[in-house]
T-cell receptor, first 118, second 116 residues
Framework: AQTVTQSQPEMSVQEAETVTLSCTYD???????LFWYKQPPSRQMILVIR??????QNATENRFSVNFQKAAKSFSLKISDSQLGDAAMYFC???????????????FGKGTHLIIQP | EAGVAQSPRYKIIEKRQSVAFWCNPI?????LYWYQQILGQGPKLLIQ????????DSQLPKDRFSAERLKGVDSTLKIQPAKLEDSAVYLC??????????????FGPGTRLTVT
């Protein structure tokens, strides 16, 4: 079974600064998908960014980018120009590509609470 | 496009009582998921439906949890009888191969269950 580890329970950053959230995962598969989700206090999970393991290029979405290191099984999220609205829980998630029978549920880490200091 | 709807938003029950949660996925989404999120942890998949069939229920405590999606649209998750450790947020999500990014799951606002 796959596992996802987020070693930073909480991170704090000044507004407009850059912050990096860490995620490592364990899998024996060679093809899979990785995601970062944001969960504000309203509890609604929002997809921030995704990465396909077969792609060498790191994904970017505006101020959000990832550093995907497949050999190291590392998938960190970098948030540039942090804004107050970025404050939330951030979850790293894994999805297998080898879904038997169509099973494609996500495996989540425990999350990192991101605090933005004004 | 309306998002994933869930009700109720909050529920407080005593242990050994039963409770049911409802989810209406995004229109046209064939796949529906139920996740359990215990405080301080990430969501854990309980069950996945493809249309009205179960694809994965390997982590569903079947002695007390049940779920159905009879017409392939909305779904109900039931707990009977509830235990203290069932206190959590229950998240519903849906996905479609034909909308959004590949394999993107869209989440509802969740139902916070407190068992006393």
């Amino acid at each position: 079974a796959q596992t996802v580890t987020q070693s930073q329970p909480e991170m704090s950053v000044q507004e407009a600064e850059t912050v990096t959230l860490s995620c490592t995962y364990d899998t024996s598969e060679s093809d899979y998908y990785l995601f970062w989700y944001k969960q504000p206090p309203s509890r609604q999970m929002i997809l921030v960014i995704r990465q396909e393991a077969y792609k060498q290029q790191n994904a970017t979405e505006n101020r959000f980018s990832v550093n995907f290191q497949k050999a190291a099984k590392s998938f960190s999220l970098k948030i540039s120009d942090s804004q107050l609205g970025d404050a939330a829980m951030y979850f790293c998630a894994y999805r297998s590509s080898y879904s038997g029978g169509g099973a494609d549920g996500l495996t989540f880490g425990k999350g990192t609470h991101l605090i933005i200091q004004p | 496009e309306a998002g994933v709807a869930q009700s109720p938003r909050y529920k407080i029950i005593e242990k050994r009582q039963s409770v049911a949660f409802w989810c209406n996925p995004i229109s046209g989404h064939a796949t529906l998921y139920w996740y359990q999120q215990i405080l301080g942890q990430g969501p854990k998949l309980l069950i996945q439906f493809q249309n009205n069939g179960v694809v994965d229920d390997s982590q569903l405590p079947k002695d007390r949890f049940s779920a159905e999606r009879l017409k392939g649209v909305d779904s109900t998750l039931k707990i009977q009888p509830a235990k203290l450790e069932d206190s959590a947020v229950y998240l519903c999500a849906s996905s479609s191969l034909f909308s959004g990014g590949p394999y993107e799951q869209y989440f509802g606002p969740g139902t916070r269950l407190t068992v006393t």
